[in-house]
């Protein structure tokens, strides 16, 4: 049997994904990438090996991806989150045609043709509005944690807008209505519909056509994809695992080289 | 980068350049800028000194980062240009590779280039008490009128005056012309060397004529400058006629829009020479090209004012989008990089558009990083070497 993995190091985890000759996903792992990020795409390896009861020894080809990508030396080749996530995206859904893939430091629309091939992609400017990291900061002035952010917007009742698309300001932005007693769920809210905002802007860059599908570790916040649907007209299918969906993609990759 | 035996040459010429600015006491000097007319200085002695240039050298040597801090530390704000910045800032401390520019004598601007230059250049007048005189060169939304010829010959003739006053002796009109015709030669070489980058592989890359920019820039008009770039023009022209590239390995064939990022310069001809990606034309490089198209020894002027008001940057969008398509086909360009540069919002504006209609017209794929030209601050090496290996992927995809 020969196995095949993807190291997907981003900003804010790392992630790995281990796939045998079908392109089955068989083991998988995320953790905080902090600052080591060598150190953490080893460690993501080692588990996703490690649940799925393989040894290093018998995988035939490692792919890199994500902002470390060059840097992770189990891997024989890199390549950049756009191919990775294009791949990893038309492997779960083969009807794909949008999908944008929100990171930690990055977000990004691409525009993929048949066989899950590359047309055209945008990535966010330099600022880090609209990405993981710029929830994660918002998160953090609210006092909750991720997962419950969704869950709090999605509960609001008064819509309110915040109106800065810089992570510093909206920070403050969010403080101030705080101080000014504003309910935590539609400041929550607030927070989700500037991301889908920002999002809807880029992806539009590349032209949004059916199937939209998202990808990364914003996926996984409800309030995001359902605001973001609404703004782009277009339902969105998330994966069930959609932070992996790099790191399979960079497995995948893996296995088509060593069949070439 | 590419070695080039003319190299030495071109490095001798400029400490030259910059050895008599710092010590000429019989020359005037001076200050302009990139695009002003700079042929009425030569044709009158006066030594012209481009701030531009400086801060392009400080931004190469990495030194532009201090020299822009001092400038913001004495009140100038982080949104102007990262070149009046660091112009400012090596005026205040005499920083840079020679110590400052010397002091001028008088101003001379083209707004063709942006209309910063404007407010910059009335800086420098009230710091210096020297005069000012601005060629005004209107935007070109729809082409060239007859209105805005004449409008821009005008002015030259008013230079014309203000020289002779200035200076209190007539305008020579003889040794104009002669400088003059030493400006367009040099610019046509100059423009011939570029052409080269259509040969398979290309012979020189763009950051190689980044470079060697340097004289057309300072010193057309000059025989030096001529002579520098004809020689340059052999040492190219048989390299690509022995097809020796400047990449051992040329995959891609790439086109910069833009200025370079001065202070990655290196960082990035490596990273492009890794991934096997030659650059080989740059709307920026070839903006000092082709000057002379429009030569009529009898109206000097009017050519004089198509080639100063025609400056890629002085264009509307239907026209850069045509030329860039243009120069992805003459070149057999298989993707280009657009550099968003947060100085230069002239040459920036309007960039997502163009990179969606070049590739709708080519069909070839085009990336925007964002930068600088001389602020280290305003860059992340992590992100725009993602964006650029995009590419390269999207390249692949496509060939």
């Known amino acids: 049997m020969n196995w095949y993995a993807g190291i997907d190091v981003g900003s804010l985890t790392a992630d790995a994904v281990l796939i045998d000759e079908e392109a089955n996903v068989v083991g998988f792992a995320i953790i905080p990438t902090s600052y080591d990020s060598m150190a953490a795409g080893s460690e993501a390896y080692r588990l996703a090996l490690e649940r799925a009861g393989v040894l290093e020894d018998e995988v035939s080809g490692v792919v890199s991806t994500g902002y470390s990508r060059a840097r992770v030396q189990e891997a024989q080749v890199a390549r950049t989150e756009i191919s990775c996530h294009a791949r990893g995206a038309f492997h779960i859904f083969s009807d794909v045609a949008t999908i944008i893939d929100i990171g930690g430091q990055d977000s990004k629309a691409i525009r993929v043709g048949p066989g899950g091939r590359v047309l055209d992609f945008a990535m966010n400017d330099k600022c880090a509005a609209g990405t993981g990291r710029f929830l994660e900061v918002m998160a953090g002035a609210l006092g909750i944690s991720l997962p419950d952010m969704a869950d709090l917007a999605l509960a609001s009742t008064v819509e309110i807008t915040i109106s800065s698309t810089c992570t510093v300001f909206a920070e403050s932005e969010v403080v101030s209505l705080i101080s000014q007693g504003r309910a935590p769920a539609d400041i929550a809210s607030a927070i989700c519909r500037a991301i889908a905002q920002r999002t809807a802007g880029l992806a539009a860059r590349v032209g949004i056509s059916d199937r939209v599908v998202m990808t990364g570790g914003v996926a996984k916040n409800q309030a995001v994809v359902r605001m973001l649907a609404d703004k782009l007209g277009f339902g969105i299918s998330v994966p069930e695992e959609p932070q992996i969906t790099g790191a399979l993609g960079a497995a995948l990759i893996a296995r088509a080289n060593s069949a070439s | ?399």
């Open chain 2, 1 to 399: 980068m590419t070695d080039f035996q003319a190299a030495s040459k071109m490095r001798e010429l400029m400490a030259r350049y910059y050895f008599e600015a710092k010590t000429t006491k019989e020359k005037p000097i001076a200050w302009v800028t990139s695009g002003a007319p700079v042929e009425f200085l030569y044709a009158m002695d006066i030594l012209p000194i481009y701030p531009e240039n400086y801060s392009a050298m400080c931004g190469a040597a990495k030194v532009s980062l201090p020299l822009i801090e001092t400038a913001e530390a004495a009140g100038f704000s982080s949104d102007i240009c990262s070149y009046a910045r660091t112009d400012f800032g090596a005026d205040l401390t005499r920083g840079g590779p020679v110590q400052g520019l010397p002091a001028p004598s008088f101003l001379l601007c083209s707004t063709n280039i942006c209309k910063t230059v404007i407010k910059w250049y009335e800086v420098v007048a009230r710091k210096y008490r020297v005069p000012l005189f601005i060629v005004d060169t209107p935007f070109l939304h729809d082409g060239l009128t007859r209105e805005l010829i004449d409008y821009t010959s005008m002015q030259f003739e008013a230079l014309e005056r203000f020289l002779e006053e200035f200076l209190g002796r007539p305008f020579d009109r003889e040794r104009f012309q002669e400088v003059l015709q030493e400006s367009y030669k040099a610019s046509n070489t100059w423009r011939k060397i570029l052409e080269l980058g259509k040969t398979r592989p290309s012979p020189f890359n763009s950051q190689d004529t980044f470079i060697h920019l340097a004289p057309i820039v300072t010193l057309r008009g000059t025989p030096e400058c001529t002579a520098y770039y004809q020689l340059l023009y052999e040492e190219i022209a048989d390299r690509s006629r022995k097809g020796i590239g400047s990449l051992s390995k040329e995959k891609y064939r790439a086109l910069w829009d833009n200025l370079p990022i001065w202070f990655r310069l290196r960082r990035l001809a490596n990273f492009f020479e890794e991934h096997e990606c030659a650059l080989v034309v740059a709307t920026y490089t070839n903006s000092w090209g082709g000057l002379g198209d429009d030569y009529n020894p009898s109206r000097p002027y009017e050519g004089l004012a198509r080639a100063y008001l025609s400056p890629y940057i002085n264009a509307g969008f239907e026209h850069r989008i045509n030329y860039l398509a243009t120069l992805v086909e003459e070149y057999s360009l298989t993707g280009f990089v657009l550099h968003s540069d947060r100085s230069c919002k002239p040459y920036s504006v309007g960039m997502y558009r163009m990179q969606e209609e070049v590739s709708r017209l080519t069909g070839r794929p085009g990336v925007i990083i964002e930068g600088d030209m001389c602020d280290p601050r305003a860059y992340a090496d992590a992100q725009v070497e993602t964006r650029l290996e995009a590419l390269f992927e999207a390249m692949d995809e496509l060939s």
